[in-house]
């Protein structure tokens, strides 16, 4: 299984604009990264994922490097409800999300 | 609503004494999984399912048993529960292995004395 590389923690103001690094140089050309967030013990809830390009959504904008060995997600206003854990995922082939220790974001008044 | 239950959402138990936790989709989804979470070592698949009776081991199936008989239910069974089964266990389902957006539960909280 391919591997992502996260923080453990970070801060952000309310507010302002929170970006997640994730490294996932072991994932190949044609394979998603995709992302989740746990908010304290709740079941896990998707954000967004991508392949090469940019892509947006109404929780967040995922921004890939060319060569597609990492990513950084962005909340473009950080909120209190925004604490959360959040994990990057490589795919897998059987459908398995693959969470690692994800990092833990603190939104701060 | 489309949504994923769980049920109970929290059990007390005793060694040995068997029991189901429910876990139901409204979506129609093909793919349904089973997560266990604990302190230090994440979320982990216990087991999966890509239709219905069609499953297989996750990375942690051992004392566990799922059956997938209806498309929308995918029960998880405990025989014989151990206190090393003291978890949080999440339930998720999408339309296919492939699928980027999985819909989870809202988890059961099992402790086994």
């Known amino acids: 299984d391919a591997k992502t590389t996260q923080p453990p923690s970070m801060d952000c103001a309310e507010g302002r604009a929170a970006n997640l690094p994730c490294n996932h140089s072991t994932i190949s050309g044609n394979e998603y990264v995709y992302w989740y967030r746990q908010i304290h013990s709740q079941g896990p809830q998707y954000i967004i994922h991508g392949l090469k390009n940019n892509e947006t959504n109404e929780m967040a904008s995922l921004i890939i490097t060319e060569d597609r060995k990492s990513s950084t997600l962005i909340l473009p206003h950080a909120t209190l409800r925004d604490t959360a854990v959040y994990y990057c995922?490589?795919?897998?082939?059987?459908?398995?999300?693959?969470f690692g220790q994800g990092t833990t974001l603190q939104v701060k008044p | 609503e489309a949504q994923v239950t769980q049920n109970p959402r929290y059990l007390i138990t005793v060694t040995g004494k068997k029991l189901t936790v429910t876990c139901s989709q409204n979506m129609n989804h093909e793919y349904m999984s089973w997560y266990r979470q604990d302190p230090g070592l994440g979320l982990r698949q216990i087991y999966y399912s890509m239709n219905v009776e069609v499953t297989d081991k996750g990375d942690v199936p051992e004392g566990y048993k799922v059956s997938r008989k209806e498309k929308r239910n995918f029960p998880l069974i405990l025989e014989s529960p151990s206190p090393n089964q003291t978890s949080l266990y999440f339930c998720a389902s999408s339309f296919g292995r492939s699928s980027y957006e999985q819909y989870f539960g809202p988890g059961t909280r099992l402790t086994v004395t």
């Open positions: 995922i490589p795919p897998s082939n059987t459908g398995k999300l693959i």
